[in-house]
C-alpha cells in the first residue's frame, strides 16, 4: 500500500508540473515593435512602370521576429514589405501569387504561431497581421502598403509584383 501511494503522489505531482507548465507556455500576451523603428522604408529598392511605383524591402531575421513578434523564418516564412503607390487615374490590383504563388495568408501565419501565445494574444495577433497585411486594391493617385508573408529564400529575393 505505500508504494502504490508514493506511485500516485508521483503522478499527481507529475501531472500538476506539467499543467502549471503547459499553462505558463500559453499565457504570454502578444508583443510586437513599431516598423517605423526599422529601416526597412529607407532601404527599400523602388521600381516604377509607367503610373505604378513599387517599394520593397525584405527584414532579416531579427528584424523581422522584432517587427512581427514571433520567430517567423523558423517556419520558413520570409515577410516582404511592400508599398505601391497608384498614379494612374483607374484603381489597381495587387496580385500576391505574382510574389508568391504558395504565399501564406496573414491567418495562416497567425494560425501556425498560436501556440506561443494566449488566446487574447492570438487574437491580437491576428488583428495586427491583418492590419499590417499588403492589401488587394489600390485606389487611384492613393498609396498602400503592407506585408505578403512568402517562402524563405537565402540571399538576394527576386520576385515580380503584378
Not at 6 to 21: A, E, M, S, T, Y
Not at 45 to 73: C, H, N, W
Amino acid at each position: 500500500m505505500y508504494i502504490m501511494l508514493n506511485r500516485r503522489w508521483d503522478q499527481l505531482i507529475i501531472l500538476g508540473l506539467f499543467l502549471v507548465l503547459s499553462t505558463a507556455c500559453s499565457t504570454a500576451p502578444y508583443r510586437y515593435e513599431s516598423l517605423e523603428n526599422f529601416g526597412l522604408k529607407q532601404r527599400a529598392v523602388t521600381k516604377q512602370q509607367d503610373a505604378i511605383q513599387v517599394r520593397a524591402s525584405v527584414p532579416s531575421m531579427e528584424e523581422a521576429e522584432q517587427i512581427l513578434g514571433f520567430p517567423i523564418y523558423k517556419r520558413g516564412i520570409q515577410p516582404v514589405w511592400l508599398e505601391i503607390t497608384n498614379n494612374s487615374p483607374n484603381r489597381a490590383r495587387f496580385v500576391h501569387v505574382s510574389v508568391d504563388r504558395e504565399y501564406f495568408s496573414p491567418l495562416e501565419v497567425a494560425y501556425m504561431h498560436k501556440k506561443q501565445f494566449s488566446k487574447q494574444g492570438w487574437q491580437d495577433m491576428e488583428r495586427h497581421l491583418m492590419d499590417t497585411a499588403m492589401p488587394r486594391l489600390i485606389p487611384a493617385g492613393e498609396m498602400r502598403s503592407g506585408f505578403i508573408y512568402t517562402h524563405a529564400t537565402t540571399g538576394t529575393k527576386g520576385f515580380n509584383v503584378d
